[in-house]
């Protein structure tokens, strides 16, 4: 994420929770640059949500409390939103540090949160995508890591095995 500046503001998004109580939250609340005409374009890595990614241009409505919910997404980024439960070393902070460190020389960006031991991925199409499937698929069967499509394009569908 981009340094928060007065064009920033929080969109909130409603989750549902499934029957383990996941996500942990109802709603989540993103960052974004408000673009003026009711929409805005997000600028960080969800955690949670689904279906979006950082950069994607999306509708918003404010609530009578003046708090800006969010709608559809009407122009997505490209960018996917890749989700990891570090396992190694229990998802330290060093654990978590290097997953964030190895995906970085593939092209990624993101972040790691130390309650739920979890990295989340901003993937921009221009990242390898390729080679950053092939080793979250390496590290989920080593065991260092579960890992989630939170928000996935037509170029990362490609990179699947059949």
């Known amino acids: 994420m981009t340094n928060i500046s007065d064009d920033h ?5 409603r989750m549902e ?7 942990p939250a109802s709603v989540e609340s993103l960052w974004a640059i408000d673009l003026g005409d009711g929409r ?12 979006v990614a950082s950069g994607d241009v999306i509708r918003v409505q404010p609530d009578d409390d003046g708090l800006l919910w969010a709608g559809e997404t009407v122009e997505p980024s490209q960018n996917c939103t890749i989700r990891l439960i570090v396992l190694k070393d229990d998802g330290s902070a060093a654990a978590r540090q290097s997953v964030l460190e ?3 020389r593939l092209g990624t960006t993101g972040e790691g949160i130390e ?3 979890m990295v ?3 993937i921009p199409p221009q990242a390898d995508l390729l080679k950053i499937r092939e080793l979250l698929e390496h590290g989920e069967t080593k065991e ?3 890992w989630e499509e939170g928000c996935i394009t037509a170029a990362w569908e490609a990179t699947a095995r059949p």
């Open 120 to 122: 989340a991925l901003d």
């Open 9 to 13: 503001v929080k969109v909130h998004f």
């Open 102 to 104: 190895v995906f970085h």
């Open 40 to 51: 805005v374009r997000l600028d960080n890595t969800p955690w949670f949500v689904r279906g």
């Open 144 to 146: 260092w890591w579960h």
């Open 17 to 23: 929770i499934d029957e383990d109580g996941w996500p």
């Open 115 to 117: 309650r739920f031991r």
